[in-house]
Antibody, heavy 123, light 108 residues
Framework: EVQLVESGGGLVQPGGSLRLSCAASGFTFSSYWMHWVRQAPGKGLVWVSR????????SYADSVKGRFTISRDNAKNTLYLQMNSLRAEDTAVYYC????????????????WGQGTLVTVSS | SYVLTQPPSVSVAPGQTARITCGGN??????VHWYQQKPGQAPVLVVY???DRPSGIPERFSGSNSGNTATLTISRVEAGDEADYYCQVWDSSSDHYVFGTGTKVTVL
């Protein structure tokens, strides 16, 4: 069974740092692009970052660029998100998701998703 | 940046058809994907590449995409379909992934 399990969320003060982890199982982790998507309380989904299969290429939403760093350890089947200079507006449930690409249609989508980990930025 | 607009809510009686739209500039030239999210749960993919269904998703869920509007259609709606639905595309010009604003489907 394909499974993604996030951890590392919690309460952090503004300006602080946190590292999220996403443990993958049930598939060949090193073959897939991976993503982080977040959802503020009562709000919609927002893509945060993605990393390619070997970790050599990354992309970030403008709102987190320069503050967040995505990385992966294919030997440990684990995805990470290092979050620095955290702000109140970073408060959200953070989901990791496996990426898919369709060469015929040029589409990129997410499946499956982990259960999420809550990050709360507050003093 | 690319923007996707969805109606905030759609209401439908059991057994009827729900149609959820996703508007974007020339969205017909992009590949659109749809997710279902029930309260307190992670999103689940229900349609990818405009109209394909992952295994395990009922045939009642279908999608289309043309011009400036993509549509998710739920036929023979059931109480268990009550959820938030999000469309999503990849914006190749920015290499960013964009979600729609989300639509809450209420089964009357």
């Amino acid at each position: 069974e394909v499974q993604l399990v996030e951890s590392g969320g919690g309460l952090v003060q503004p300006g602080g740092s946190l590292r999220l982890s996403c443990a993958a199982s049930g598939f060949t982790f090193s073959s897939y692009w991976m993503h982080w998507v977040r959802q503020a309380p009562g709000k919609g989904l927002v893509w945060v970052s993605r990393i390619n299969s070997d970790g050599s290429s990354t992309s970030y939403a403008d709102s987190v660029k320069g503050r967040f760093t995505i990385s992966r350890d294919n030997a440990k089947n684990t995805l990470y998100l290092q979050m620095n200079s955290l702000r109140a507006e970073d408060t959200a449930v953070y989901y990791c998701a496996r990426g898919w690409y369709s060469s015929s249609h040029g589409g990129n989508w997410f499946d499956p998703w982990g259960q999420g980990t809550l990050v709360t930025v507050s003093s | 940046s690319y923007v996707l607009t969805q109606p905030p809510s759609v209401s439908v009686a059991p057994g009827q058809t729900a149609r959820i739209t996703c508007g974007g500039n020339n969205i017909g030239s992009k590949s659109v994907h749809w997710y279902q999210q029930k309260p307190g749960q992670a999103p689940v993919l229900v349609v990818y590449d405009d109209s394909d269904r992952p295994s395990g998703i009922p045939e009642r869920f279908s999608g289309s995409n043309s011009g400036n509007t993509a549509t998710l259609t739920i036929s023979r709606v059931e109480a268990g379909d009550e959820a938030d639905y999000y469309c999503q595309v990849w914006d190749s010009s920015s290499d960013h992934y964009v979600f729609g604003t989300g639509t809450k489907v209420t089964v009357l």
